[in-house]
C-alpha cells in the first residue's frame, strides 16, 4: 500500500476545482495493487475512505484504521 500513497503524493501542484469537486475520480485513476482474488469492494472506497480520515486529522496508519 505504501507505493500507492507514494502516487497520491506525487501531484505537481495545487488540485484544480473540477479534481477537488470529485475526489472519487481523482482516486480513481490509482492503480489498484490488490490480487483480483477476494476483492470485496472496489478501490475507490478504501482509498475515499482513508482520504476522509486524513482530513478528519489522522495522521498514521493505525489512526486511519482506527
Do not use: N
Not at 36 to 41: A, E, T, V, Y
Amino acid at each position: 500500500m505504501p507505493s500507492c500513497l507514494r502516487q497520491l503524493g506525487d501531484a505537481s501542484g495545487p488540485a484544480s476545482l473540477e479534481t477537488a469537486t470529485d475526489l472519487r475520480s481523482y482516486l480513481g485513476a490509482v492503480p489498484d495493487p490488490r490480487a483480483r482474488r477476494g476483492i470485496r469492494h472496489p478501490w475507490t472506497a478504501p482509498l475515499t475512505a482513508a482520504a476522509a480520515a486524513v482530513l478528519a486529522g489522522a495522521a498514521s496508519i493505525t489512526a486511519i484504521g482506527e
